[in-house]
């Protein structure tokens, strides 16, 4: 069993950058796929970006602006949201799974469907 706590959402203005946070507890936590999912009004949730902490592989749905990191004990998982766009805003989610990232992804396309473990979500709003 894992649980995963985000943190970290609030305002961010267009241009600027914002770190979230996930704690993770359980065991174990090594083997994970873990990821940050984003969820707006009308649309299900999507994949952002996953890492899978067996040997530090990452997956980018859009490469370029964020950046996804893991502390080396496992227990946090952070994203770096850099030069936000108002498309950014959103419900971002932690999500983990035991299976590996590539049973979960097809090329930059990652299903969250197959995840088992969420946290409750921290809401990012992007301002101009």
């Known amino acids: 069993q894992v649980q995963l706590m985000e943190s970290g959402g609030g305002s961010v203005e267009t241009g600027g950058s914002l770190t979230l946070s996930c704690a993770a507890t359980?065991?174990?936590?090594?083997?994970?796929?873990m990821g940050w999912f984003r969820r707006v009004p009308g649309r299900d949730r999507e994949a952002v970006a996953l890492?899978?902490?067996?040997?530090?592989t990452t997956n980018y749905v859009n490469p370029g602006r964020f950046t996804i990191s893991q502390g080396n004990t496992k227990e946090t998982l952070n994203i770096h949201l850099n030069s936000v766009k108002p498309e950014d805003a959103g419900t971002y989610f932690c999500?983990?799974?035991?299976?590996?990232?590539?049973?979960?992804?097809?090329?930059?396309?990652?299903?969250?469907?197959?995840?088992?473990?969420w946290g409750q979500g921290t809401q990012v709003t992007v301002s101009s």
């Open positions: 999500g983990a799974d035991y299976l590996p990232c590539r049973h979960h992804c097809t090329g930059t396309r990652c299903r969250p469907g197959g995840f088992n473990y």
């Open positions: 359980g065991n174990p936590l090594s083997g994970l796929c």
């Open positions: 890492i899978y902490s067996a040997d530090g």
